[in-house]
């Protein structure tokens, strides 16, 4: 099994959230979050080094007030979408919050029964499709955007939610928490905070996605204080007392700057997120390094934002050969050549022109056959190497499947890449180029296999993260003029763009994991 088939459950549960529909039973919901937390235990508990009694202990103590917080609820939303009950909502979204680090760490499956994902009201449509709204996100949008289900159905909701945290709460006996994990969980929370929560992901009406923030640094910041005194003989071996001053700084900026529309989110990118993200990096430092893993993000890298953080090599298949200047020239040799359509009139570069940022630069794309009713433009591929899913239905898992759908399509290519190996397999420069890209070929004919790998490499290859934005979010602020930085202020805020565009990358790569890719519907007409 390759790796791409591997994957691809991963990812495509990421993106297929949509699949659940408000009128779902959270009962069930729970049941799932108990079985998903256990799976989880077992997973960390074979991993983890150190254990850390007391933090466990903060995570329960945290789940017991959650829980209560959610009674309150119960009883406020009794008496409908009343001051009341907005004040409860806001308590109990403040204790989720401050447990959020080790929820997203250890029982995503919770998190998805108990907030979200969101769905954001449009002024054409109800709902824009981000994913299927569950536990907050109903509550949230009963409340402030007035999307009701039912004084019964948010009862209902509540009321699953709270019988979620109480199995959960049930199960943490079972979980054993290391410095190692704790500091991997903060890795991904300061991430999280910096992309989604300062663009106001998951608080998508409520206005409160700053104090959010805070509160989830807040609540991060405890357990580091529970860790730093849990050493037997007081003496630390991790240098927490940094990573809480970093924690408490990024937390104090949020609250003192706590308007969504106004927070300069590069100033707190680059003087309080990004400075996090580091002390918790050199903190894990003085642990066991993690097992070595393919990962998007680098493992190696502090922050999201920083100059090298990703790799595009992570969606490759296992069987994709290193990145050679033969194979990356083959490749690009390859992308122009129209031999390899079914007429031999047109090459991958006639619709993704490298002098047009790799688009052709037309609304609507040409094709091959005078086919009606299409509506879609070429998108660049720039950049496509940090999708980990591709096409506007997510159905490839790779650039090398994408090339083989593209080479197959009539419309596009009308060929294959068994069709136009056959062909380049008669042209004696391309078997002398194949052989220099795949030294390690056992056989020297030329194969649709390596036409794919050759395409996907060349692809990947077109990276632009070295951009002004790019310099100024990893520290660099001049980068960005004043209105620059100001339109960054609204991108992130206001106008709520990078809650589609998420950042850093501004595609469609959800962070921070980043083994997942969002499809929006925005009302672009099917084909």
Not at 257 to 281: C, E, G, K, M
Not at 320 to 344: C, E, I, K, N, Y
Request: aromatic share 6%; with cysteine.
């Amino acid at each position: 099994m390759d790796r791409e088939t591997r994957t691809a459950p991963d990812a495509v549960r990421g993106s297929r959230l949509t699949e659940w529909r408000r009128g779902a039973s959270l009962a069930l919901l729970a049941v799932a979050c108990a079985a998903g937390m256990a799976a989880g235990y077992r997973h960390e508990t074979a991993r983890t080094s150190v254990p850390a009694p007391v933090v466990r202990h903060a995570f329960e103590r945290g789940l017991d007030t959650l829980a209560i917080a959610l009674d309150g609820l119960d009883t406020a939303l009794q008496r409908g979408a009343s001051p009341s009950a907005i004040a409860a909502f806001r308590a109990a979204r403040s204790d989720y919050k401050h447990i959020e680090t080790l929820l997203e760490a250890f029982a995503p499956t919770a998190v998805e029964a108990l907030n979200g994902p969101p769905e954001e009201p449009s002024e054409d449509k109800p709902y824009v499709a981000l994913g299927a709204p569950a536990g907050f996100q109903v509550i949230e949008a009963a409340l402030f955007y007035h999307d009701d289900p039912g004084r019964d159905s948010l009862a209902s909701t509540v009321r699953a939610m709270r019988r979620a945290v109480v199995a959960l709460r049930g199960m943490t006996s079972r979980v054993t928490i290391s410095d190692a994990d704790l500091l991997d969980a903060l890795r991904l929370e300061i991430a999280r905070i910096a992309t989604l929560g300062v663009a106001g992901f998951d608080a998508p009406q409520s206005g409160d996605a700053i104090v959010e923030c805070a509160e989830s640094l807040e609540g991060a910041r405890s357990l580091v204080r529970a860790a730093a005194g849990e050493s037997p003989d007081g003496r630390a071996v991790v240098p927490w007392s940094r990573v809480d001053s970093a924690l408490t700084r990024a937390a104090a900026y949020l609250r003192l700057h706590s308007q969504f529309d106004s927070l300069n989110r590069l100033t707190f990118i680059v003087a309080y997120a990004n400075p996090a993200a580091h002390a918790i990096a050199d903190a894990r430092r003085t642990l066991p390094a993690p097992p070595a893993l393919r990962r998007l993000w680098r493992q190696s890298a502090a922050s999201v934002y920083e100059n090298g953080a990703f790799d595009a090599s992570a969606f490759a298949p296992v069987d994709a050969p290193s990145s050679s200047a033969a194979l990356l020239a083959l490749g690009g040799r390859l992308f122009v050549d129209p031999t390899l359509s079914g007429p031999r009139t047109r090459s991958c570069a006639f619709c993704h022109d490298p002098s047009r940022a790799f688009t052709d630069g037309r609304a609507r794309s040409a094709l091959l056959t005078h086919t009606s009713g299409n509506d879609r433009n070429t998108p660049t591929l720039v950049n496509a190497g940090y999708a980990p899913l591709l096409f506007d239905d997510l159905r490839a898992r790779s650039l090398e499947m994408q090339a083989g759908m593209v080479l197959a399509s009539p419309t596009e290519m009308a060929s294959s890449p068994e069709l136009a190996a056959a062909r380049l397999r008669r042209d004696p420069g391309y078997v002398a180029a194949f052989a220099r890209a795949f030294p390690r070929a056992r056989d020297r004919s030329i194969t649709a296999e390596q036409l794919r790998l050759a395409l996907g490499a060349y692809v990947r290859s077109l990276n632009a993260l070295d951009s002004r934005f790019d310099r100024a979010v990893q520290g660099d602020t001049a980068a960005l003029s004043p209105t620059e930085r100001f339109g960054f202020t609204v991108f992130a805020g206001k106008a709520r763009c990078a809650t589609c565009h998420f950042l850093p990358l501004v595609n469609g790569t959800m962070p921070p994991d980043f083994v997942a890719s969002e499809a929006e519907i925005i009302g672009t007409p099917a084909l």
